[in-house]
């Protein structure tokens, strides 16, 4: 897919005040600093759209980026980030948690994991939960850059194994880096033959009876 344009449209608290539309959305979450503003950014095309920063939680809001006049870009906050204040966190996590739960039109959450970390309890729970609720999402590993195509390409493998000693199956896993553009086209023909699907509204969105747990910040 060719992206032509691209901007920002609204940033919200709370998903109720999230742009009414029917259109296909794609959310990017993961732990602060994993680069979701990154990654939007590489998509795009569009270095300044997504703001980023080398400070971890950066992103505090559900941000509304348009796509081709069609479908959206949401980037949310990161999860994770030690360094908010106990309240701060919560109010972080009920955003995220409100926003994929309540949020038809959202087609498919890429989840984020930087590539150089070995499996995190906090993403694995994280993953744990979307499961449980039944959330469509697909995970990208970020920063390949920072690492040699072989120690990337392990780093992957070991992550995936140790995925499907749990999982019966993978979800889609695409590898990028924002600094170099690779996984863009992947990504890019992926939302396009999603993009074909109908768009979910609120009348078919499933009872997903919102588990009370929250994300466990315990370790961080
Ligand atoms: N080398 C390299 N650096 C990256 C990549 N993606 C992100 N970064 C850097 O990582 C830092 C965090 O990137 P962001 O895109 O702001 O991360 P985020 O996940 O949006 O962070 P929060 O909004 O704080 O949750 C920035 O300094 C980026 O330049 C990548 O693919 N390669
Ligand atoms: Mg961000």
């Given at each position: 897919?060719?992206?032509?344009?691209?901007?920002?449209?609204?940033?919200?608290?709370?998903?109720?005040?999230?742009?009414?539309?029917?259109?296909?959305?794609?959310?990017?979450?993961?732990?602060?600093?994993?680069?979701?503003?990154?990654?939007?950014?590489?998509?795009?095309?569009?270095?300044?759209?997504?703001?980023?920063?080398?400070?971890?939680?950066?992103?505090?809001?559900?941000?509304?980026?348009?796509?081709?006049?069609?479908?959206?870009?949401?980037?949310?906050?990161?999860?994770?980030?030690?360094?908010?204040?106990?309240?701060?966190?919560?109010?972080?996590?009920r955003i995220i948690r409100e926003?994929?739960?309540?949020?038809?039109?959202?087609?498919?959450?890429?989840?984020?994991?930087?590539?150089?970390?070995?499996?995190?309890?906090?993403?694995?729970?994280?993953?744990?939960?979307?499961?449980?609720?039944?959330?469509?999402?697909?995970?990208?590993?970020?920063?390949?850059?920072?690492?040699?195509?072989?120690?990337?390409?392990?780093?992957?493998?070991?992550?995936?194994?140790?995925?499907?000693?749990?999982?019966?199956?993978?979800?889609?896993?695409?590898?990028?880096?924002?600094?170099?553009?690779?996984?863009?086209?992947?990504?890019?023909?992926?939302?396009?033959?999603?993009?074909?699907?109908?768009?979910?509204?609120?009348?078919?969105?499933?009872?997903?009876?919102?588990?009370?747990?929250?994300?466990?910040?315990?370790?961080?």
């Amino acid at each position: 897919m060719i992206v032509n344009s691209a901007r920002f449209v609204v940033s919200n608290s709370t998903v109720a005040s999230c742009p009414d539309e029917e259109r296909h959305e794609y959310a990017f979450i993961g732990r602060s600093n994993v680069g979701k503003s990154s990654l939007i950014n590489m998509l795009t095309g569009n270095r300044k759209l997504a703001m980023t920063s080398a400070t971890p939680g950066k992103t505090t809001l559900i941000n509304h980026f348009l796509v081709n006049d069609s479908w959206y870009i949401v980037d949310l906050p990161g999860y994770g980030f030690a360094m908010r204040s106990k309240e701060g966190r919560k109010q972080i996590d009920r955003i995220i948690r409100e926003y994929i739960l309540h949020r038809p039109q959202m087609t498919n959450l890429f989840l984020l994991i930087d590539v150089r970390h070995d499996p995190q309890k906090i993403d694995l729970e994280f993953m744990d939960w979307l499961g449980e609720n039944g959330v469509p999402f697909s995970i990208v590993f970020t920063k390949l850059d920072k690492l040699s195509p072989t120690a990337g390409k392990k780093q992957m493998a070991k992550y995936c194994e140790m995925l499907l000693e749990k999982w019966e199956e993978l979800p889609p896993v695409f590898a990028t880096s924002s600094a170099d553009g690779r996984g863009r086209g992947a990504i890019l023909d992926y939302i396009e033959e999603l993009n074909r699907l109908p768009v979910a509204s609120a009348a078919d969105e499933k009872d997903v009876g919102e588990s009370s747990e929250e994300i466990d910040h315990s370790e961080e």
